[in-house]
């Protein structure tokens, strides 16, 4: 079992950490305006301590949220896009699933066959099983990895069929911009692996948008991330 979130030598209370926290992963903010947004509600505090709790408190409580069962039955959509960070390119790769859930991500400084190999190795040893089929565009390393890693798996290369993958990268490009930029690439992927486990909890699946269901989602979402956060609901 998941030991609780240990808040030891911290002045303020779990509950405005965790607020700040989610405030910063969840919506397109900078440090700066969730420091403002702290004060509106007459917390005084600055956005470098923001910072650390992010950084400190970000990837505990994604570790501690549940993740969507896989199954043989799943549909990856892969894709990648370019990350320019101090002048140089990186690649974000990352999977999703039919219904938009992000699977996994991997910052690389590569866009061939050796990386689109390690994608989908990190991807079955985190999923447990082979998907029922793979999407992607026409990048030639995928089929090439694919061949290696998961022969007996279907794959479907098509620049249509794969607008789910593309349209996944763009919450992470409103947070770019909201930075400013990333620093470097290890803060690439942290930012990235606790964004993206905060979203795939907030954000309803695409057959799930009527107005009540997504409400009800959005409750059980926050007393989910209440429970990581090990405050009381």
């Not at 409580?61 to 990648?80: C, G, N, Q, T």
């Not at 565009?137 to 479907?156: C, F, I, T």
């Not at 057959?207 to 090990?230: F, G, I, P, Y």
Request: glycine share 4%; net charge positive.
């Amino acid at each position: 079992m998941t030991k609780p979130v240990s808040y030891k030598r911290h002045r303020f209370p779990p509950e405005i950490i965790a607020y700040a926290v989610w405030l910063y992963f969840r919506f397109p903010l900078s440090l700066r305006l969730v420091e403002e947004m702290l004060l509106g509600r007459g917390i005084i505090v600055s956005y470098e301590t923001v910072r650390r709790w992010a950084l400190k408190f970000g990837p505990a409580y994604a570790r501690r949220l549940r993740r969507k069962a896989p199954s043989r039955r799943d549909i990856w959509h892969l894709d990648e896009v370019v990350v320019t960070i101090s002048g140089q390119k990186h690649w974000l790769w990352r999977a999703v699933d039919q219904d938009g859930y992000v699977l996994d991500e991997i910052v690389q400084t590569r866009r061939d066959t050796k990386a689109a190999k390690r994608l989908l190795k990190r991807l079955l040893k985190k999923q447990g099983c082979p998907p029922k089929r793979m999407i992607t565009d026409k990048l030639g390393s995928y089929a090439a990895a694919q061949r290696q890693v998961m022969p007996a798996v279907e794959h479907r290369s098509h620049k249509g069929l794969n607008n789910r993958a593309e349209n996944s990268h763009l919450p992470l490009r409103r947070r770019e911009r909201a930075m400013q930029g990333f620093r470097s690439s290890g803060g690439l992927q942290r930012f990235t692996s606790v964004f993206s486990a905060v979203r795939n909890l907030f954000v309803p699946t695409r057959s799930r948008r009527s107005a009540l269901v997504t409400h009800l989602h959005r409750l059980a979402a926050m007393a989910e991330w209440k429970s990581a956060a090990s405050i009381a609901a």
